[in-house]
């Protein structure tokens, strides 16, 4: 399923005016289930933290949750990479007629390879582990990058049916994954490896998130996949399935999973 050049016809289409930018971002807070659960996990960091927080969105793609984040504070500073080019200039071109650029920057950075150091007091990453080979590599820049006491926040698919994928042999509904998803114990056990400390990964995406995917992800992104006309019976189709998606984003957010398709992790960089 090719879901990457959707993301981009979707980005040149709302990239014009800072209206269409704003409606989005607006767009994207609404759909996404995985931007519910991540909203209520910053609003806890946020609020056992100091004002004056540096941030690091890694793998930023349209800038969204950079958009969200400097709305929940007023004084942090953000800092944006991504390895794609194109997100890069569009964010650096909003941010800039937003008149945020003083605090909110981006970069061209590949996660692998870049070497900030003892620079962020928090990193988010949504969705861009599974895109990397070389996870390991990326938990211990992360863990380099992070000031004492830092929190790094991953929102992941899980082995559960992430990805779309309910078996050792299925392939992943994203073509663009290097991996359907992870354990619970596997990616605790890479972060606790790359030094980090107080691990937590939590189920996402539960029953009710599972079905909320389909009806807002996974059926509208095939239907785009067939042919690009489907975008005129896509607003006929979120008048009436938008609803009962909402219902169900909120059921999943307020409800602990003993299993779901995804995983939100929450780790700490403690020196002694």
């Known amino acids: 399923m090719k879901y990457d050049p959707i993301k981009k016809t979707l980005g040149k289409f709302f990239s014009g005016s800072l209206f269409m ?12 289930l995985r931007a519910w659960h991540i909203k209520k996990t910053l609003r806890k960091v946020l609020a056992n933290t100091k004002t004056d927080l540096k941030i690091l969105d890694a793998g930023c793609g349209f800038g969204q949750y950079s958009w969200r984040m400097q709305k929940m504070n007023k004084n942090c500073n953000i800092t944006g990479i991504d390895i794609d080019t194109e997100h890069i200039k569009d964010c650096e071109s909003f941010f800039a007629k937003a008149g945020l650029a003083h605090r909110v920057s981006f970069r061209v950075a590949d996660l692998a390879a870049f070497d900030d150091e003892d620079c962020y007091d928090i990193i988010l990453s949504v969705d861009v582990i599974e895109h990397i080979e070389d996870d390991v590599k990326v938990f211990q820049n992360f863990h ?23 078996h050792a042999n299925d392939n992943s509904f994203i073509e663009e994954h290097v991996r359907n998803g992870y354990s619970r114990e596997e990616i605790s056990e890479k972060l606790s490896t790359a030094g980090f400390t107080d691990i937590n990964a939590e189920y996402t995406y539960g029953n009710a998130g599972a079905v909320s995917w389909l009806l807002s992800m996974k059926y509208p992104i095939k239907m785009l996949n067939v042919s690009y006309l489907f975008f005129i019976v896509l607003p006929f189709w979120y008048l009436i399935f938008l609803p009962v998606s909402l219902i169900l984003n909120c059921i999943d957010v307020n409800s602990t999973h003993k299993t779901g398709t995804g995983l939100l992790v929450t780790a700490k960089k403690t020196m002694k």
Not at 146 to 152: A, D, E, T, Y
């Open 21 to 32: 930018r704003r409606l989005f971002y607006f767009s994207l807070d609404v759909l996404l």
């Open 144 to 166: 380099k990058a992070l000031r004492n006491n830092g929190v790094l926040v991953i929102s992941t698919p899980s082995d559960k049916g992430g990805s779309d994928a309910h």
